[in-house]
């Protein structure tokens, strides 16, 4: 006598069903970055991140989901801390990486996620500019940052990334910190390449589904042709040829 076993009966018998899924060598590398980093809504370092060589990071936890947020994302915060748009990545939804902004709907990824992201940059970089003030002796308000690079006027430059470590960012974000002007944006508004559609043109987008692991087997859900239908037989020898099956 056969005995069929639904999903239903097999989490009573056993209690819980755990399913888990990693990607070993990139998740070791969130690891490492997910215990030096903060996930907060109110921290600058939960949402952006400057390296020694200038490069941005930017955490944002709205996603692309093809309106092109990512790039008008990437244009907010290079307005505000006055940088290339090539010098700044975007990691989306990451949940051991970006903070909880919410869902993704309407137009909340700028409304909200976009806005939070221009109040971090701008208290980003207030303090990148008070830092840069006191290293070359110089008063802030002298100083102006442009192309990612800080200087007073007189010919003293210091890149952005060369006055900012870890503790620069680790800070609240101020929601008074004065912001850019709209007469001054450069960016924000204005018409740029989206960064998205490249990879789209040439195929190079990867979506969830596009992910091989080694030794990943693919799984199907069979469904009944009508509703109501129940399972009779099946031929497990059909997949006996596939390793690991």
Same mark, same amino acid.
């Given at each position: 006598?056969?005995? $069929? $076993?639904?999903?239903?009966?097999?989490?009573?018998?056993? #209690?819980?069903?755990?399913?888990?899924?990693?990607?070993?060598?990139?998740?070791? #590398?969130?690891?490492?970055?997910?215990?030096? *980093?903060?996930?907060?809504?109110?921290?600058?370092?939960?949402?952006?991140?400057?390296? @020694? =060589?200038?490069?941005?990071?930017?955490?944002?936890?709205?996603?692309?989901? #093809?309106?092109?947020?990512? %790039?008008?994302? %990437?244009?907010?915060?290079?307005?505000?801390?006055?940088?290339? $748009?090539?010098?700044?990545?975007?990691?989306?939804?990451? &949940?051991?990486?970006? @903070?909880?902004?919410?869902? &993704?709907?309407?137009?909340?990824?700028?409304?909200?996620?976009?806005?939070?992201?221009?109040?971090?940059?701008?208290?980003?970089?207030?303090?990148?500019?008070?830092?840069?003030?006191?290293?070359?002796?110089? =008063?802030?308000?002298?100083?102006?940052?442009? =192309?990612?690079?800080?200087?007073?006027?007189?010919?003293?430059?210091?890149?952005?990334?060369?006055?900012?470590?870890?503790? &620069?960012?680790?800070?609240?974000?101020? *929601?008074?910190?004065?912001? *850019?002007? @709209?007469?001054?944006?450069? /960016?924000?508004?204005?018409?740029?390449?989206? /960064?998205? $559609?490249?990879?789209?043109?040439?195929?190079? +987008? %990867?979506?969830?589904?596009? +992910? *091989?692991?080694? #030794?990943?087997?693919?799984?199907?859900?069979?469904?009944?042709?009508? +509703?109501?239908? %129940?399972?009779?037989?099946? =031929?497990?020898?059909?997949?006996?040829?596939? @390793?690991?099956?």
């Amino acid at each position: 006598m056969k005995t $069929i $076993i639904n999903r239903r009966a097999m989490l009573q018998a056993s #209690g819980r069903l755990v399913v888990t899924f990693t990607l070993p060598c990139l998740w070791a #590398g969130a690891q490492a970055t997910a215990q030096t *980093k903060s996930v907060s809504i109110d921290r600058v370092d939960a949402l952006l991140a400057v390296s @020694p =060589d200038g490069k941005v990071t930017v955490y944002s936890g709205k996603v692309d989901l #093809g309106t092109g947020v990512r %790039t008008a994302l %990437t244009q907010i915060v290079a307005e505000e801390l006055d940088v290339p $748009i090539g010098q700044i990545a975007v990691i989306e939804g990451d &949940t051991a990486l970006t @903070p909880d902004q919410g869902v &993704t709907s309407g137009s909340l990824s700028i409304q909200d996620g976009g806005m939070q992201l221009r109040t971090a940059a701008a208290t980003a970089r207030r303090a990148i500019l008070q830092r840069a003030a006191a290293r070359l002796q110089r =008063d802030v308000s002298a100083l102006s940052i442009r =192309d990612g690079v800080i200087t007073d006027g007189s010919g003293q430059q210091a890149p952005i990334g060369s006055v900012v470590d870890g503790a &620069t960012l680790a800070l609240e974000i101020d *929601k008074e910190a004065p912001t *850019k002007p @709209p007469k001054d944006y450069t /960016l924000v508004g204005k018409p740029v390449q989206r /960064l998205d $559609i490249p990879d789209k043109v040439v195929g190079r +987008f %990867t979506f969830v589904q596009d +992910f *091989k692991l080694p #030794g990943m087997l693919h799984g199907r859900v069979v469904r009944p042709p009508s +509703f109501g239908g %129940t399972l009779i037989s099946y =031929d497990e020898s059909s997949i006996a040829h596939i @390793p690991g099956s």
